[in-house]
């Protein structure tokens, strides 16, 4: 298969994995939702920031060295997997053994019980971590689909009978478990790939630069992705949390999905052109405008429409968490773009780069919370976050023409035709009227008849303007579809 082929035949099961995982983990969050309180969501969310570290640590940047890799072989892989398990086992000692002190901390002692089981769900996601990157590596990510349909239908599931079953914030806690229990086993049986009893320092020094390059790249974004759930849980409040919590979640359903279908769909290819600038900066354009045509419209139109969704999905049991939401939405299109500049870096090698970009954006985070924090007010709170993530976007750009060359304006102007489309799509959007009705419970049919009308009306207005802009990636999308038809 040309190359092309294969970008496109990975780029369609992404798309429908992130799809298909997105409206099943969003409708097992619907119910969770509506079940549970807002404290419930904040222990969960404490202990979320935790396991985040963790996951980091267990794979210690070498998952995404092995796909910058050219040609890894089949000892790379299984001393990387070696590795990741012995690092996971280290570290659930750890915290184990830490739990009674973090339940002391946040000033809760279901904790402890809840954070020993939770923990596991790290130690079952090591598990398969390089099962996934070899079959990202080799552009294979219909097992990868499959795996996280299964393990997410079965998970939320088992999360809904316990939630219906009155156990509270443990049926997020053992959701989490058993997703990662059955999509890594789900992995083992069919992934076709099995470690051998080797381990190689060799193979670790190989890809130790990337690795912990892209380690310490991670280990700072997912410290400032989780400070503000640290510093609410701690000086706020668990209610406050959980509805930080609530806002973060539903808008990173959007921004984390693009991300990662980007990272698997894209890296994989440019690291087999990174020989070839021109062939480099051709996918570059490609792809700049392939994610500004799904990322700004989309992501624009979920914030405008931000108290219609709520209103559907909850009531008004979740207001509080709206306008959370809709700049979270807006803060996304920026953490999505920075993402993948962050990619282009990687896929040549430019590590310290990488590093680099991360200090830009903590340093940009830090100096956000420290004039946000002491507002007492979330939505102070996330639109110090909007700010620091357009200078970071800004600053990666000029970092990204030191490493390919490819120009500022010429990145800026790739997208400019999408942010004119999306500007108007939001401009409709807020001109409809709403229409009044009790929205005192979920699934309420005025906030649905509202929310069709402004989606509806939100991406006709898109589609014109990228129509009269004459957009080439409109009618290749159109062509793409009927040729599938």
């Avoid at 000033?107 to 954070?115: F, I, K, T, W």
């Avoid at 478990?177 to 320092?201: C, Q, Y």
């Avoid at 992501?299 to 108290?307: D, T």
């Avoid at 953490?335 to 040549?348: E, I, K, P, Q």
């Amino acid at each position: 298969m040309s190359l092309k082929g294969a970008t496109v035949k990975t780029l369609k099961w992404n798309t429908l994995d992130r799809v298909a995982t997105q409206v099943l983990y969003g409708l097992s969050g619907i119910v969770l939702a509506n079940m549970l309180s807002k404290k419930d969501f904040g222990l969960v969310g404490v202990l979320s920031v935790f396991q985040a570290f963790a996951i980091l640590f267990v794979d210690s940047g070498f998952g995404a060295a092995l796909l910058q890799k050219k040609d890894p072989d089949r000892e790379d892989y299984s001393t990387v997997f070696w590795f990741n398990l012995g690092v996971s086992i280290v570290i659930y000692a750890i915290l184990y053994a830490l739990a009674p002190e973090i339940a002391t901390f946040f000033g809760d002692e279901r904790l402890v019980a809840m954070s020993r089981v939770m923990f596991l769900a790290f130690v079952l996601t090591g598990l398969g971590i390089v099962q996934t990157n070899r079959l990202m590596k080799r552009m294979d990510v219909k097992h990868i689909a499959l795996a996280d349909l299964v393990a997410l239908t079965l998970s939320s599931i088992l999360g809904i009978v316990l939630a219906l079953g009155g156990f509270g914030a443990w049926a997020i806690v053992w959701q989490s478990v058993a997703l990662a229990a059955l999509k890594s086993g789900w992995l083992w049986m069919t992934g076709g790939w099995r470690p051998s009893a080797v381990f190689s320092m060799r193979s670790l020094r190989d890809i130790r630069n990337i690795g912990l390059s892209v380690f310490t790249t991670q280990f700072f974004n997912t410290l400032f992705l989780n400070i503000y759930q640290f510093v609410i849980g701690k000086w706020y409040s668990l209610s406050q949390l959980g509805s930080y919590t609530q806002a973060d979640k539903w808008s990173k359903m959007g921004s984390a999905s693009l991300s990662q279908i980007l990272t698997s769909s894209f890296v994989p290819v440019l690291s087999r052109v990174q020989d070839d600038i021109e062939a480099f900066h051709r996918y570059m354009r490609r792809i700049d405008r392939f994610t500004a045509l799904i990322t700004f419209p989309s992501l624009g139109l979920l914030a405008a429409c931000g108290g219609s969704i709520f209103h559907f999905l909850f009531g008004t049991k979740w207001d509080v968490a709206i306008p959370l939401f809709q700049v979270l939405c807006i803060r996304g299109i920026g953490t999505v773009f920075v993402s993948l500049f962050g990619n282009y870096m990687m896929a040549l090698g430019h590590g310290k780069r990488l590093v680099g970009l991360e200090v830009v954006k903590d340093a940009a985070t830090a100096v956000a919370l420290l004039a946000t924090v002491f507002t007492m007010s979330l939505e102070a709170l996330v639109w110090g976050q909007l700010g620091a993530t357009l200078v970071t976007w800004i600053a990666a750009a000029f970092m990204v023409r030191r490493s390919t060359g490819y120009g500022v304006m010429s990145l800026f102007r790739d997208v400019i035709p999408f942010i004119a489309a999306a500007g108007v799509a939001v401009i409709v959007v807020v001109l409809i009227p709403v229409p009044g009705g009790d929205i005192s419970h979920q699934l309420n049919i005025t906030s649905l008849i509202s929310l069709a009308l402004q989606l509806a009306a939100g991406a006709a207005a898109a589609v014109a303007v990228l129509a009269m802009l004459r957009v080439p990636e409109i009618p290749e999308a159109v062509a793409y579809l009927r040729k599938k038809i």
